[in-house]
């Protein structure tokens, strides 16, 4: 468990070990401090990664959660954190994690979602999902000839492209970073074979005019 404020890691380690999570619970500071000490440590089965009160959005954040899902490519990645807003799951699980709990919910609950990602599986929050299922019952319908060829956010940007809108205001009202809305970009770029933005934008029109597509 990774957590940089001292009580709460040792709290947490300790209602995790008392709820039967069926794991040794080894807190620490930082990745940093595992390398150091992980010689006399049991193998990895999952990584929970306790934000607090920060976003996956905030900066650096997101890319500490790719650099981790990615030196451990073996072992889930599972974000705690007091928010469990859409957008900040949804970046959580492009960034690589297999899971993301948030605060509200009980230690029960904890438990069983680190053990679905050490089993393979991915936990997200109930409440996350019914506010997809709102989105797209309130007519949010723009995007639905996108979401068979792309990902969910990949989908709200190619519309937002299609809509002559730049990079920054993508960003802001999306809740990412620029750097993470020209990645999103540069893939669907390749998916739709477009060497530029007027020709993503073109191709994403042909999309609505066709229907949905399969997932390539």
């Given amino acids: 468990m990774l957590d940089g404020r001292a009580l709460d890691r040792e709290c947490l380690a300790s209602a995790l070990e008392d709820h039967e999570l069926g794991m040794v619970v080894v807190a620490m500071g930082s990745i940093e401090e595992w390398r150091i000490r992980k010689g006399s440590a ?10 607090g009160g920060r976003k996956v959005t905030d900066h650096g954040i997101a890319e500490e959660i790719r650099h ?8 889930p990645v599972v974000i705690l954190a007091d928010t469990e807003d859409l957008a900040q799951v949804l970046t959580a699980l492009e960034c690589g994690a297999r899971g993301y709990i948030p605060t509200s919910v009980g230690i029960d609950v ?13 936990f997200v929050p109930a409440s996350s999902v019914l506010s997809m299922r709102h989105l797209i019952k309130s007519g949010n319908c723009d995007a639905r000839p996108l979401t068979g060829m792309f990902t969910l956010r990949q989908a709200e ?22 750097s993470t809305v020209k990645v999103h970009i540069r893939n669907i770029m390749k998916k739709l074979k477009a060497t530029n933005r007027t020709e993503v934008a073109y191709k994403v029109n042909d999309l609505f005019a066709e229907g949905p597509l399969g997932q390539e």
């Fill in 68 to 75: 981790i899902s990615s030196e451990f490519k073996t072992v």
């Fill in 157 to 178: 940007v190619a519309q937002a492209l299609r809509r002559g809108k730049a990079n920054k205001i993508i960003a802001h009202e999306l809740n990412l970073r620029e």
């Fill in 110 to 122: 904890c438990v069983e979602a680190i053990n679905l990602a050490a089993a393979g599986g991915i």
């Fill in 42 to 51: 049991c193998p990895l089965s999952t990584i929970l990664f306790n934000l």
